[in-house]
């Protein structure tokens, strides 16, 4: 717990914020261990299989990454040496290229699914659904600033 009695609420808000993330990130880190992956290459994975299919670009994972400083080229060649995702050139454009999750990496994905919901279950179990609508209600209304 923090200690309080000296510490503005903005400041309170935002340390229990990156507490509270960081908590998180570091019990999915954990689960993700085994696998030998990161948790942003689990990310990459997620973007990939959310396409249904289609390829993606280095630009729609960058956009579409939890942590948007990540260098998603050097996870990409991470992932394409572990036979996780494919990678192509754009046949009608050369400098694009096109970025896909192989059955091996979707498989992966189903493996490791049921650890994160059961993470995430119990990471909020002590909140009711009410209260998680309204935190998330707070957090997207923080992300929008």
Do not use: H, W
Not at 72 to 93: D, S
Request: hydrophobic share 40%.
């Amino acid at each position: 717990m923090l200690q309080t009695k000296q510490m503005s609420l903005p400041k309170r808000t935002v340390i229990n914020l990156l507490i509270t993330a960081n908590n998180a990130s570091d019990k999915v880190n954990e689960l993700l261990k085994p696998f030998d992956i990161s948790s942003e290459q689990f990310n990459v994975l997620r973007i990939l299989r959310g396409q249904r299919g289609v390829a993606a670009n280095m630009c729609t994972i960058q956009e579409r990454m939890i942590a948007k400083m990540s260098n998603t080229t050097r996870l990409v060649e991470k992932l394409l040496k572990k036979g996780l995702v494919n990678r192509n050139i754009c046949p009608q454009n050369r400098r694009k290229v096109e970025i896909t999750i192989t059955p091996k990496g979707l498989d992966l994905l189903k493996e490791i699914d049921p650890l994160i919901l059961s993470f995430e279950e119990d990471f909020v179990s002590g909140l009711g659904k009410d209260e998680l609508e309204t935190l998330n209600q707070y957090l997207e209304k923080l992300q929008r600033n």
